[in-house]
């Protein structure tokens, strides 16, 4: 049974080189982790959490620039050990914070399915069994035998998303970089993208896109300032975070596959006759 229990956890970054001249006038942030007023300033990152995901659980995580997202998603990769608190991860994770991470321009694309695949936690045996059905997902024909770089950045996308929707993950992290991907190609990909997400045992997910937070989660993390402002079902969550009803720009089609109607808006104008 994979697990993650997380407990008073903080991360901060001190930062030894920054420039301690003010400001002329000090300027409102809006975004970002706190930072303390010291010689060597740190970046409180994320603040006393308190976590515990469990097998099947399906989680968005929402929040402004700088909330702590994807410090909270390398502290549940085990990417970052918590500077104060603890972090017990249960199962094998694969983390995907970056789809071109682990492909080497000067191999062929063939060859970085491989080794993509090593990386992710997949063995060379159940890689080399894959590999024709990743290849043939891609649609990249004869290129697949060229070198990396000579391939285009949405080629090289095709690539990484077939790779990465064809392993077996326990814990699946993963980071919004999916929304780079052209729209009629993430159209042909969403099917495996929940597939992969329905056959792993947990998905943690960092996005600003509406449409994927309905399509991959059921429950919704919203941080603020490295903090746990919010968890509780997805569209309550991400409605108070967004201010609106999540439902509300939702294609209704969307609405069709997630099967779901979208709720009676709620009209404040007295009923005219
Ligand atoms: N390696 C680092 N060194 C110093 N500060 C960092 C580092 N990584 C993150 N931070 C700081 O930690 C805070 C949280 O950043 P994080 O990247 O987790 O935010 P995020 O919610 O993922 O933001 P975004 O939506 O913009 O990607 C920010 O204030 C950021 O400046």
């Not at 970056?98 to 060859?111: C, K, R, Y």
């Not at 969403?190 to 309905?214: I, K, P, Q, T």
């Not at 999540?246 to 979208?262: A, M, N, Q, Y």
């Given at each position: 049974?994979?697990?993650?229990?997380?407990?008073?956890?903080s991360?901060?970054?001190?930062i030894f080189?920054?420039?301690?001249?003010?400001?002329?006038k000090?300027?409102?942030?809006?975004?970002?982790?706190?930072i303390t007023?010291?010689?060597?300033?740190v970046?409180?990152?994320?603040?006393?959490?308190?976590?515990?995901?469990?097998?099947g659980?399906?989680?968005?995580?929402?929040g402004?620039?700088?909330?702590?997202?994807?410090?909270l998603?390398?502290?549940?990769?085990?990417i970052?050990?918590?500077?104060?608190?603890?972090?017990?991860?249960?199962?094998?994770?694969?983390p995907?914070f970056?789809?071109?991470?682990?492909?080497?321009?000067?191999i062929?694309?063939?060859?970085?399915?491989?080794?993509?695949?090593l990386?992710?936690?997949m063995?060379?045996?159940e890689m080399?069994?894959r590999?024709d059905?990743i290849a043939?997902?891609?649609?990249?024909?004869?290129?697949?035998r060229?070198?990396?770089?000579?391939?285009s950045?949405g080629?090289?996308v095709r690539l990484?998303l077939?790779v990465?929707?064809?392993?077996d993950?326990?814990i699946?992290?993963?980071d919004?970089?999916?929304?780079a991907?052209?729209?009629?190609?993430?159209?042909k990909?969403?099917?495996?993208?929940?597939?992969?997400?329905?056959?792993?045992g947990?998905?943690?997910f960092?996005s600003h896109s509406?449409?994927?937070?309905v399509?991959?989660c059921?429950?919704?993390i919203?941080?603020?300032?490295?903090e746990?402002k919010e968890?509780?079902p997805?569209?309550?969550?991400?409605?108070?975070y967004?201010g609106?009803?999540?439902?509300?720009?939702?294609?209704?089609e969307?609405?069709?596959?997630?099967?779901?109607?979208?709720?009676?808006?709620?009209?404040?104008?007295?009923?005219?006759?």
């Amino acid at each position: 049974m994979v697990s993650i229990d997380v407990q008073g956890a903080s991360v901060d970054f001190p930062i030894f080189d920054a420039k301690n001249r003010s400001l002329k006038k000090s300027v409102l942030g809006r975004a970002g982790g706190r930072i303390t007023d010291a010689k060597v300033p740190v970046v409180e990152a994320l603040r006393d959490i308190d976590l515990h995901l469990q097998q099947g659980d399906r989680v968005g995580l929402v929040g402004h620039n700088g909330a702590g997202k994807s410090t909270l998603l390398r502290l549940l990769a085990g990417i970052y050990e918590p500077t104060r608190g603890r972090a017990r991860i249960r199962g094998r994770v694969a983390p995907v914070f970056d789809l071109a991470v682990g492909m080497d321009p000067e191999i062929s694309g063939l060859e970085n399915i491989l080794i993509r695949g090593l990386f992710l936690g997949m063995s060379r045996k159940e890689m080399e069994r894959r590999v024709d059905e990743i290849a043939e997902f891609t649609e990249l024909g004869d290129y697949l035998r060229m070198p990396l770089r000579t391939y285009s950045t949405g080629m090289r996308v095709r690539l990484a998303l077939g790779v990465v929707t064809s392993i077996d993950p326990e814990i699946l992290i993963l980071d919004e970089g999916i929304g780079a991907v052209d729209a009629a190609f993430l159209e042909k990909a969403r099917d495996r993208l929940r597939d992969l997400v329905d056959r792993s045992g947990m998905l943690v997910f960092a996005s600003h896109s509406d449409e994927f937070l309905v399509e991959l989660c059921d429950t919704a993390i919203w941080m603020d300032t490295g903090e746990i402002k919010e968890q509780g079902p997805l569209r309550e969550v991400v409605s108070h975070y967004k201010g609106r009803d999540l439902f509300e720009t939702l294609s209704p089609e969307t609405l069709k596959r997630i099967g779901r109607e979208r709720a009676p808006v709620v009209d404040d104008e007295p009923a005219r006759s």
